[in-house]
């Protein structure tokens, strides 16, 4: 069992950072790929970005490719994901989950919500124009 709290969401001027933070339970932590997805109001959710389990790979969603950059200290069971240059379409409920590595890290797998065993409660990401 993988229990995960997300935390760092707040609002933020558009071109403004911030950096969420993705807190794991679990000896294990370091056996599963974490991803990132986002729900707007009134839109389904979506995928954001990825991260295998070392840490040296990442997918992200061609809306945030060079703005956003996923990264995780396995020591401290915690993943990140630093946002850059946000901008008001950024304004979401961010969730990270976690899926069982030994699915592969292939782009088709992790940017597939139900892939992922665990979730965590969200967090909300508001940018204001």
């Known amino acids: 069992q993988v229990q995960l709290v997300e935390s760092g969401g707040g609002l933020v001027q558009a071109g403004g950072s911030l950096r969420l933070s993705c807190a794991a339970s679990?000896?294990?932590?370091?056996?599963?790929?974490v991803g990132w997805f986002r729900q707007a109001p009134g839109k389904e959710r979506e995928f954001v970005a990825a991260?295998?389990?070392?840490?040296?790979?990442?997918y992200y969603t061609d809306a945030v490719k060079g703005r956003f950059t996923g990264s995780r200290d396995n020591a401290k069971n915690t993943v990140y994901l630093q946002m850059n240059s946000l901008k008001p379409e950024d304004t979401a409920i961010y969730y990270c989950?976690?899926?069982?590595?030994?699915?592969?890290?292939?782009?088709?797998?992790?940017?597939?919500?139900?892939?992922?065993?665990?979730w965590g409660q969200g967090t909300q990401v508001t940018v204001s124009s």
């Open positions: 991260i295998n389990r070392s840490g040296g790979s990442t």
């Open positions: 679990g000896r294990t932590f370091n056996m599963y790929n």
């Open positions: 989950c976690a899926a069982d590595s030994t699915l592969g890290f292939f782009q088709a797998v992790v940017t597939t919500a139900r892939q992922y065993d665990y």
